[in-house]
């Protein structure tokens, strides 16, 4: 059974912030995921860490190639859930475009400088930023002037917020639930993250089959089939071979797991959904390997020597170069330089420095530092 029922219907679209005329054949979300796809912010992506740094290895995620892994991900939910896949598509594309420089790290140092101001980084106020007018390209207004429903699911990425908890997100429905095609996002993401890092770390040589099997259920009983079936083949095509089995086991879960909680839920209608709480889940059969599956990533992977390292590098790095525009601000570019007229000065510095990829922070630093 599909949730066709719940698809995002069309009458439903609050539009644009300035109206446009409808396409002669591409559907509004269709339009939204091409302006995603044509912004800044977006090829930025292509030199923005994932998990592991480019010294790693040429072959590792970064923030681009995890993005368009969500996006197929969360387009197959969709369409096997009967969802809009074109709004599920622009949002997943959509869903890490407000990413700083070296990935976690860089939020958390970013957000620590701006504690000191009383104030905070958070990645998706900045990615509604950066489509609601950091991204220049048309002339009669300023962002990408996406769709209401684009821009309320990428606020909602990943959290639920009450009105008045943040000014800036009072128009985007406080207190109700995104559509479902929103909902299926934060999970295809861990989806993608999840065993993408697998991947990563088993190339890195962090980890062994024998010790995934040993941590997360089901892993061992997936690999034990493989191993009977091509126990000839390299071990790496092996790892390959479960790897696809656990992300089709994850993806499957999820889609199980969302039909049964909207039935058990009894929800019939869009406006049902957005005042139930979030419907998108994995089964119960699969949930201890994906929570089991994150806390080995934890262990073996994101808290390992290497990686603490880059991380420290990191947030050695940013603090640095904060610190360092907030002395010298005429040493922003002119376009941000303009801001501090109207902004706070620490606040025109962590936009500036959240837009830049890997590479141009350390061509940056090198320059000024
Ligand atoms: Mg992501």
Request: proline share 5%; glycine share 6%; with cysteine.
């Amino acid at each position: 059974m599909a949730l066709t029922g719940l698809r995002f219907p069309a009458s439903a679209l609050r539009g644009r912030r300035y109206p446009e005329l409808p396409h002669r054949y591409r559907g509004e979300f269709q339009r939204d995921r091409d302006r995603i796809i044509h912004a800044r912010a977006f090829r930025r992506l292509e030199d923005k860490t994932q998990v592991f740094g480019d010294r790693f290895s040429d072959h590792f995620r970064n923030r681009l190639t995890h993005t368009i892994e969500v996006a197929q991900i969360a387009r197959t939910l969709a369409s096997a859930l009967g969802l809009d896949e074109d709004f599920t598509e622009a949002l997943a594309l959509a869903h890490d475009i407000g990413h700083p420089p070296f990935a976690h790290a860089g939020e958390e140092e970013l957000n620590r400088q701006m504690r000191a101001f009383g104030d905070t980084f958070d990645h998706n106020l900045h990615a509604l930023h950066i489509v609601e007018s950091f991204e220049q390209r048309y002339a009669r207004f300023p962002g990408l002037n996406l769709t209401f429903e684009v821009r309320e699911g990428m606020v909602k990425h990943s959290r639920d917020f009450e009105p008045g908890e943040r000014a800036e997100f009072d128009e985007y429905l406080p207190g109700l639930r995104p559509p479902l095609e929103a909902q299926l996002i934060d999970l295809a993401d861990e989806v993608a993250y999840n065993t993408a890092d697998l991947d990563d770390g088993h190339s890195a040589g962090l980890f062994t089959m024998e010790e995934i099997a040993a941590a997360v259920p089901h892993y061992g009983e997936l690999a034990e089939e493989i191993v009977w079936q091509f126990p000839a083949a390299p071990e790496k095509v092996q790892f390959q071979e479960v790897l696809r089995r656990l992300i089709d086991l994850l993806a499957s879960s999820l889609i199980e797991g969302t039909i049964e909680s909207v039935q058990s839920s009894g929800v019939q209608s869009l406006d049902d959904v957005r005042r139930s709480p979030r419907l998108v889940r994995m089964s119960g059969e699969a949930s201890p390997t994906n929570r089991a599956l994150k806390k080995f990533l934890f262990e073996h992977v994101y808290s390992t020597p290497p990686l603490m390292e880059e991380r420290r590098k990191a947030c050695e790095g940013i603090a640095e170069l904060f610190q360092y525009f907030l002395r010298h601000p005429a040493e922003l570019p002119d376009g941000h330089r303009e801001r501090i007229e109207e902004l706070p000065l620490h606040r025109v510095v962590c936009d500036y420095i959240a837009g830049m990829t890997d590479g141009f922070f350390r061509r940056t630093a090198t320059r000024l530092l």
